[in-house]
């Protein structure tokens, strides 16, 4: 049973460069989500989706899209990287569509921007 | 809108005393509230959580935490705290929001135990 799966692990970008996080669940999670952590400031929400086709913004959206085609996948885009998007990156999912339920996150992906 | 505070960014204790790790939070609705804990280069994982059903919830490695409505608190406490302890703590806590919840996570309390 993977659980949920972040790639890569690590990466480095130069500013204006595209890229996308991957994060697949295998668990028929309804409920998916990024979260960047920083020093000091705990994980905050980038966007989360409560179902294929449904994404909703977080605490920080700015220079992220998302989509949700699946149930499974969860895919982080980075328009345009900047500097101050050098951050750990988290992917969670949970049982159906509330937020109520354990969060099951993957082992996070750590982005430089030079 | 909702918010949840650490009061803690740093909590130091000996091994074999109480653990005290402090939350509030504010919200519109009933929240859901958790505990996860993130030890050093591991996952977060899921201590407990409070979902309106008895006030006082027990967890894993013996954690406890108690919720108070009046207070809008959610304070995690451990009666005897251990060096495997040493970790980062985060409160979080899930909000209805029309049809959907937003799960917002707190500052994060880094706990240290001293042998």
């Known amino acids: 049973n993977a659980g949920v799966t972040q790639t890569p692990k690590f990466q480095v970008l130069k500013t204006g460069q595209s890229m996308t996080l991957q994060c697949a669940q295998d668990?028929?999670?309804?409920?998916m989500s990024w979260y960047r952590q920083d020093p000091g400031m705990g994980l905050r929400l980038i966007h989360y989706s409560v179902g294929a086709g449904i994404t909703d913004q977080g605490e920080v959206p700015n220079g992220y899209n998302v989509s949700r085609s699946t149930t499974e996948d969860f895919p982080l885009r980075l328009l345009s990287a900047a500097p101050s998007q050098t951050s750990v990156y988290f992917c969670a999912s949970s049982y159906g569509g509330q937020g109520n339920e354990k969060l099951f996150f993957g082992s996070g992906t750590q982005l430089s921007v030079l | 809108a909702q918010s949840v505070t650490q009061l803690d960014s740093h909590v130091s204790v000996s091994e074999g005393t109480p653990v005290l790790l402090r939350c509030n939070y504010s919200s519109s609705y009933s929240p859901s509230l958790f505990w996860y804990v993130q030890h050093p280069n591991k996952g977060l994982q899921l201590l407990l959580k409070?979902?309106?059903?008895?006030?006082l919830v027990k967890g894993i490695n013996g954690f406890e935490a108690e919720f108070k409505k009046s207070e809008t608190s959610f304070h995690l406490t451990k009666p005897s705290a251990h060096m495997s302890d040493a970790a980062e703590y985060f409160c979080?806590?899930?909000?209805?929001?029309?049809?959907?919840?937003?799960?917002?996570f707190g500052p994060g309390t880094s706990l240290s135990v001293i042998p």
């Open positions: 668990m028929n999670h309804e409920y």
């Open positions: 979080v806590v899930s909000e209805r929001k029309t049809s959907y919840d937003k799960v917002i």
């Open positions: 409070y979902t309106s059903a008895a006030t």
